[in-house]
């Protein structure tokens, strides 16, 4: 998923889905333009996964 860099958008994913950042891949892929979370420009791409 795309992030925007966002502390803000970090808490939101997590309070919302339950899922927290798990890493920046060194290489990032463009998966889209806009942040998953806010809808402003993304910066990077995230792996994101469920904690448990
Ligand atoms: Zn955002």
Sequence with gaps: ???C???EC???LKEETG???RCI???QE???DKC???GKPAK???YAARAY
């Design 5 to 7: 860099g966002e502390r």
């Design 30 to 32: 463009n998966l889209g």
């Design 10 to 12: 970090e808490d939101k």
């Design 44 to 46: 990077h791409m995230i």
């Design 1 to 3: 998923m795309m992030w």
């Design 36 to 38: 998953h979370i806010c």
């Design 25 to 27: 891949p060194f290489e």
């Design 19 to 21: 899922a927290t950042i």
